[in-house]
């Protein structure tokens, strides 16, 4: 009798798949087939079963190729793409207070945004990045951009002290932020989080005035802090205490806290942190840059606080390439605890992506490759001079692989990236508008 197979929308059978799935027996599964339905996965199994029990409209094979999840970019401010080598080679007070916030103030526009954010979104999708949670102005902008071009992405609803051309007081950023929250509320790949800049530009009410809206709409709070001695300073000037223990006095240490940086940590911050669930996105790239600190991961990790990882902007690192960032992690955090076996390839890779998912409240539909999820995934062609040969295919994604090594990548089923042509962003218009903002800017 002969067997009916199931009609799905894509089988993809791939030399190597790497789940990073916490139920999965192991770290990487050989000459596998990922069935997708839609926009999500419907099964992971070996090749030879996936022709016996489905039909598909469309066959993929990868014989050469790691399928990784999608990765996470948890500390982005897209836009700023466009201040891409402005001001380099300054440390951060300097940077910000000197080029940036200047520029900004002279530059900022819905046009920068839409702009900027293409352009990020096109260089993040090259280098396999499906989701990124931003901090910027105009967010109504980024979210617009990023459902344009089926990327999924967290838009921070931004609250700063000072005005901009975003909006004039914290009133205005909370009023025009929740506007935003309001339009995206439902959709499938946009939502929200509030973004209050840092501790040091922030003040109390607002500090207070986000912690229980983001407890009422339950979405998280995206935020620098500990990123400079010279922050830990100023919050002792002006509060007599450590910016964190402030924020904990307003109740933002919890499971929604995404600190981003953390450079600046004394071990009762660290038990804090471990006891209210609060997250840590790490940025190593943008801090070595910078020269802000060290974020002590190993010891992070080893008190079992969740540690995801970011880039920051292309004005700080200047690339938003998350396979880059992975390798700084992975070896910056063996250097800084003197310890070879720490963050092991696959800690960083899931610092890329399971991580990421969770400290967004988003591991029930991305981060992983499980049934159920969304088709978020990444095809990292392994026959390259710079992996071959590949022992340990997680060690190879980890520590070899760069971006021009991935070939194709999915965002909720859809192909964003075919055999490194990107299907949604049209480049050549992407980079006229680079050079129109670098005349414009630079003249």
Same mark, same amino acid.
């Given at each position: ?18 789940? %990073? ?68 080679? =300054?440390? =951060? ?65 931004? %609250? ?52 229980? =809206? ?75 840059? =910078? ?86 995934? %990444? ?14 295919? %997680? ?49």
């Amino acid at each position: 009798m002969e067997t009916i197979k199931k009609n799905v929308t894509l089988i993809i059978n791939a030399k190597w798949i790497i789940p %990073v799935d916490e139920t999965s027996s192991s770290d990487v599964l050989e000459n596998h087939a990922i069935i997708i339905n839609h926009k999500k996965i419907e099964a992971i199994l070996p090749s030879g079963q996936a022709t016996e029990k489905y039909s598909a409209e469309e066959t993929i094979n990868l014989t050469n190729h790691t399928i990784i999840p999608g990765l996470i970019n948890a500390h982005t401010h897209a836009a700023m793409s466009l201040f891409r080598g402005l001001a380099d080679d =300054l440390p =951060l007070m300097q940077w910000l207070n000197e080029h940036i916030w200047p520029a900004e103030a002279k530059w900022i526009s819905e046009e920068f945004i839409r702009d900027g954010t293409q352009l990020a979104i096109a260089e993040m999708i090259r280098s396999g990045t499906t989701c990124f949670n931003d901090m910027y102005f105009y967010p109504d902008i980024t979210a617009q951009v990023a459902a344009e071009l089926n990327m999924r992405a967290t838009v921070g609803m931004i %609250v700063i002290d000072f005005p901009s051309a975003w909006a004039a007081d914290h009133n205005a950023y909370f009023e025009k932020g929740l506007a935003v929250h309001d339009d995206y509320r439902d959709h499938p790949l946009v939502q929200t989080a509030f973004a209050p800049h840092a501790p040091y530009s922030v003040a109390d009410d607002a500090l207070r005035r986000v912690q229980m =809206l983001a407890d009422e709409l339950q979405v998280p709070i995206h935020m620098h802090v500990h990123e400079t001695r010279d922050e830990i300073q100023m919050g002792m000037e002006n509060h007599n205490k450590r910016p964190i223990a402030r924020l904990n006095e307003h109740g933002l240490l919890s499971p929604a806290l995404m600190a981003v940086h953390m450079t600046q940590l004394n071990d009762g911050e660290i038990d804090l942190f471990a006891q209210t669930g609060s997250h840590v996105v790490h940025c190593p790239q943008s801090n070595l840059k =910078l020269a802000s600190g060290f974020c002590p991961v190993s010891t992070l990790i080893d008190n079992h606080i969740n540690v995801c990882l970011g880039t920051d902007s292309a004005a700080s690192n200047n690339n938003l390439d998350m396979l880059s960032e992975m390798q700084t992690a992975a070896l910056l955090a063996k250097g800084v605890a003197e310890n070879a076996t720490a963050l092991p390839a696959i800690e960083a890779l899931k610092m890329a992506t399971i991580n990421g998912a969770k400290a967004l409240g988003i591991d029930a539909v991305t981060g992983s490759l499980a049934p159920g999820k969304s088709a978020d995934l %990444v095809a990292i062609d392994m026959n390259r001079l710079g992996t071959q040969p590949v022992y340990h295919p %997680v060690s190879q994604v980890v520590y070899s692989s760069q971006s021009g090594d991935i070939s194709d990548v999915w965002i909720a089923g859809k192909r964003v990236l075919h055999d490194q042509q990107l299907t949604q962003v049209d480049e050549q218009e992407v980079l006229e508008k680079c050079l129109y903002w670098n005349r414009k800017i630079f003249s």
